[in-house]
Each structure stands twice: as structure tokens, then as C-alpha cells.
């Protein structure tokens, strides 16, 4: 009876510890939510659709000799459109008076007909002066037309008024022109007049000048032809993260993007184009001018194009290289025009386990905003999963023991 008696509590012992530990495991797990530490979001209210999931397939092109001749042949067969100028020769250019310009104008031996002297806004000879430089200095605004103690304002409508001559069209003129306009006006009252016509400060044209640059603002176009290397210069130079490799230029509502760089790094004077009046300069920053290195690399880094160039073998470079005990070398992509075309990319791989694959990787030209991506070996793979799954194996094993 005493036999019979202990060996009922042993089983009973067995059986509560058994069924202990499973209810221990099953409230461990279904509270896990509300014990695991740190931060993390209830799913419960979040419904995903299945067939919403992307089915589509991308084709991968395989980075050999072939595809890098063709890459750069296709770089030097593109033609860049630059922005159309009425005049593209620089020797060929001449100032046109425009409204608001101010005026000095000399008739010799005719005090009363000319412009007070020393009291001009700005001197002939400076045809580097801003906008803003002009607006601060002193100038009382005059009726249109009419002669001011600081010169002769051009018209909104183009015209000047001057004694004895009367209302002029001077806006669209040289200072040629209009100077024998009123020296012809001037002869029947004045003897062989001596007329000289010069602009004291240009107002009438301008171009914007925007971005990463020094002192952004407005630029007066004078009689000394300006071209973009000139706008950047004249606006203080450039900042820090300027990107000089794309420029945009706006004119007629069109947008044209130039590589200052390649003109001062390689003398390409295509790039250094003339400006016009209401072209808008703006110089951006590197944000568009980086390539993403991601996957198994010792350091995931965004790296910044300088001067335009970049090769696979840079870019892994910047992020330290592949990781050699978990990256697959077979597996080195890039990921191309996902911001144009983000649902069709271009993807390229490159086997590097081939002997020709480090030249290659020196050779494959980076674009804007490529993502270039490391592949995980098989056996890491394998390896990640041993790893989450052996902290639940050993903790069954331990609740194991102690309900022995």
C-alpha cells in the first residue's frame, strides 16, 4: 500500500512538471509582446494584402569587356544639349540699353544739356557691380524720362527725354547709336554738336544666380560679355558642397544642365556659355550626386561622386570592402534608375571570383544615385537562422531540467 502510495506521487510530480513546463513555454511565448524589452510596434491593426505583392522579374546584365566597351561608347556619342544663344561668339558682343538703365550723357561745351559730373551711381568703367550693389547706393528715383541730378533713366516704355530733342527710343540701342540719334537731334540748334552717351549703372538686365555659391543673388549684365564661369565667380565662388558637375541653367522656360568642371579641369569651353538676360543659375549640392553601398560590406556608406567619376572598385572602397567570411563575391550588383524608372531598373552584376573582375570593377563607370549591393553567402544565411533558433532551443532545454 505504501508502494503503491509513493509511486502515484511520482507520477503525479511527473505529470504536474510536464504540464508546468508547457504552460510556462506556451505563456513565455504568447506573452512575448508584452515582456520582450524595448520598443516595437502591435501589428494586429495593420492588414497587409497578398496580391498587392510585386510579382515582377528584373533581367541582370552581366558586367564583362563587352558591356564596358559599349558604356563607353555610348559616354562619348552622347551629345549634351546646351542652351541656344543669339550670340555665341564672345568678340561679337555689344551691350543693348534696356529700361531702367541710367544714362550719362556729354554735350561739349554745353553745360546746361550735360549730366552733373560727380554724382554719377557708379563709374564707366565698373561692370562688375550687382544689382544689389546698385539699388544701395544714393538715387532719387525720377518721373520717367525726365533728367535726374544722377543721370537720364530709361523709360519702362524704352524712351528718354532730353532738351531740344525730345522723347527718344533708347531702350534696344548702343551707346553708339543713340548718341548720333540725338547729336542729329542737337544740329539744328547746336553747332557740330559733340554728343557722348555712356551708361553710369546697369539695372536693365540681369541673371539669378542661386544655390551653393558664397553671395547668391542678382547679377547685372554690362557691357563685358558674362558667361557662367564669370556668374559663379562674380557671386563669391562656390561652397563646400557645391556640385559644379551639374549646374542647371533655366532660360525660355527650358532647363539645361552644364559641367563646369569640365571646363576648368578640361579646358571644355563648350560648357562656359554666354548669358543672357532672365537666365536663372543655380548651383546644387551633392544630395543627387551620390552612390549608395549596402549589403555585405564592412561599412553601408553613401558616398559622394567627386568630380564626376566613380568605378564599382571606389565605391566598395569607400565602404570598407566586402565582408570576407559572410559576402558572396559572385553576387556584386548595381542597381541603376530606380528614380527615373522606379518599377523597371537596370541591374548589373559582377562575378568577382574571375580573374579579370578587379579590372572591371576599376572600369565600370557609377551614376548618380546607383545602389551597389553585396550579396550574402548561402552558408551565412544558414548561419543567421542557426543563430535565431538556438536561444529557443536552449531555453527549452533549460526549463527541461529544472521541472526534473
Known sequence: MQKLTANSFANVKACFGTKFAATLLLTSFLSACATAPGNYLDTSRLKEDD????????????????????????????????????????????????????????????????????????????????????????????LPGQADPYGQTIAADGTIFFPFVGRIKAAGKTTGELREQLASGLVRYIRNPQVDVRVLSYRGQKVQVTGEVKTPGPLAISDVPLTLVDAITRSGGTNPDADIQRVRLTRNNRLYTLDADRMLDRGDTTQNVMLQNGDVINVPDRTDSRIFVMGEVKTPIQVPIVRGRMTIADALTQGGGILNTDANPRQIFVMRGMKDHPTTPEVFRLDMTQPDSIMLSSQFQLQPLDVVYVGTAASTTFNRVLQQVLPSVQTLFYLKQLTR
Open 51 to 142: 496580391q498587392n505583392r510585386p510579382t515582377e522579374t528584373y533581367p541582370v546584365h552581366l558586367i564583362d569587356g563587352n558591356l564596358i566597351a559599349a558604356q563607353a561608347q555610348a559616354a562619348a556619342s552622347k551629345i549634351q544639349v546646351l542652351p541656344s544663344s543669339t550670340l555665341s561668339d564672345p568678340s561679337q558682343y555689344v551691350y543693348r540699353l534696356s529700361p531702367q538703365d541710367i544714362l550719362g550723357i556729354t554735350v561739349w561745351d554745353h553745360p546746361e544739356l550735360t549730366t552733373p559730373q560727380g554724382s554719377t551711381l557708379s563709374s564707366g568703367g565698373n561692370t562688375t557691380q550687382s544689382i544689389g550693389g546698385a539699388l544701395q547706393q544714393p538715387y532719387t528715383a525720377a
